[in-house]
């Protein structure tokens, strides 16, 4: 199984940027479709991107609004989330998640396999 941490999270501005970082061990990260989930207080684990296991397949949900961008180095074993523009709602836990065999324009956290822990991103003036 693969074993997923993220990091790159923090406190920003209203309109500043972070890049987020999912390091994968234990197996090839090109075994995975790959996604990004985020959860805020008191609310539900909800999609924000996903990538197919070459990377040349993206998709967003709709509130990230060109903002977000997901990318990934099989090479490196790393899966990337760059978001710009960062806005007081977006505040929450960003997760990595792995899946073997999901892939789609909308994915569930009920279809992803393996998890991280999560990287906290607060927006806050």
């Known amino acids: 199984q693969v074993q997923l941490v993220e990091s790159g999270g923090g406190l920003v501005q209203p309109g500043g940027s972070l890049r987020l970082s999912c390091a994968a061990s234990?197996?090839?990260?090109?075994?995975?479709?790959m996604a990004w989930f985020r959860q805020a207080p008191g609310k539900e684990r909800e999609f924000v991107a996903g990538?197919?296991?070459?990377?040349?397949?993206?998709h967003y949900a709709d509130f990230v609004n060109g903002r977000f961008t997901i990318s990934r180095d099989n090479a490196k074993n790393t899966l990337y989330l760059q978001v710009n523009n960062l806005e007081p709602e977006d505040t929450a836990v960003y997760f990595c998640?792995?899946?073997?065999?999901?892939?789609?324009?909308?994915?569930?956290?009920?279809?992803?396999?393996?998890w991280g822990p999560g990287t906290l991103v607060t927006v806050s003036s």
């Open positions: 998640a792995a899946a073997t065999h999901h892939y789609g324009p909308t994915m569930a956290p009920g279809g992803m396999d393996y």
């Open positions: 234990g197996r090839t990260l090109s075994d995975y479709a």
């Open positions: 990538i197919s296991w070459s990377g040349l397949s993206t």
